[in-house]
Nanobody, 116 residues
Framework: QVQLVESGGGLVQAGGSLRLSCVASGSIDSIKIMGWYRQAPGKQREPVAS???????SYENDVKGRFIISRDITENTLYLQMNSLKPEDTAVYYC??????????WGQGTQVTVSS
């Protein structure tokens, strides 16, 4: 299984940027997909972006052109560069990793707050 630890959240003004990081440890060689979800207060958790083991990326419509997902294989780290942040991006952001054998593993989440 995989253990995931996120960091990089915080408070930023609208229009600003943040970069989230997610360090993976454990059985990382079998990870097929990694990505980010977010959950705003009173709302369901929703997908944000993902990247496959071959490097293919996918984004939800409301973050396309603003967020960039990437990974550093040598550092076992997943990133989410968030630009042009809006108050509606405020949420707890969760990193996840999907493996065929173990299913989905989740990080503990990191809070992102965007002030208007």
């Amino acid at each position: 299984q995989v253990q995931l630890v996120e960091s990089g959240g915080g408070l930023v003004q609208a229009g600003g940027s943040l970069r989230l990081s997610c360090v993976a440890s454990g059985s990382i060689d079998s990870i097929k997909i990694m990505g980010w979800y977010r959950q705003a207060p009173g709302k369901q958790r929703e997908p944000v972006a993902s990247i496959t083991s071959s490097g293919a990326t996918s984004y939800e419509n409301d973050v396309k052109g603003r967020f960039i997902i990437s990974r550093d294989i040598t550092e076992n780290t997943l990133y989410l560069q968030m630009n042009s942040l809006k108050p509606e991006d405020t949420a707890v952001y969760y990193c996840y990793a999907y493996q065929l054998s173990f299913g989905t593993s989740w990080g503990q989440g990191t809070q992102v707050t965007v002030s208007s």
